[in-house]
């Protein structure tokens, strides 16, 4: 379940979310999608958006403060069963949280749009507010 906060993140840039695509590399014309981690924990990333549990594909653990890889189209990250996650989508900047259900919960990230994961804490699920 996600619940989304209105927040006042700075405009970080300006487009509209597109479709996640599942090229492997940006190319010109192409805005691809990224993840950062900024929480104190890591953070599993997925490089192709085809999770229906297990997510399948190309996979990196983000330790805190690292981001997927540049100038390649990431789609999306994992939130930990028992975990709720804080994060910001920019573009549109607002803050999510979201509680990871068994097996955890897949979060797209769609073109155009870099998720930021601000926080991390294992809660129960109606702590995650």
């Known amino acids: 379940m996600a619940c989304v906060l209105g927040v006042s993140v700075p405009l970080l840039q300006a487009t509209t979310a597109v479709p996640a695509h599942a090229d492997d ?6 805005i691809c999608s990224a993840t950062t981690n900024l929480s104190a924990f890591r ?6 958006w085809n999770c229906k549990e297990p997510c399948k594909g190309r996979q990196e653990w983000l330790a805190p403060g690292k981001s997927t890889p540049l100038l390649e189209d990431w789609d999306g990250f994992r939130v930990d069963s028992g975990w709720c ?12 949280r979201t509680y990871g259900r068994k097996n955890g919960t897949w979060i797209r990230v769609h073109n155009g749009v870099r998720a930021t994961i601000v926080g991390q804490a294992r809660v129960p699920s109606f702590l995650c507010l």
């Open 43 to 48: 953070v599993l990333a997925v490089e192709k």
């Open 25 to 30: 590399r940006c190319t010109a014309g192409v």
């Open 85 to 96: 996650y804080s994060y910001v989508m920019s573009p549109p900047n607002l803050l999510v």
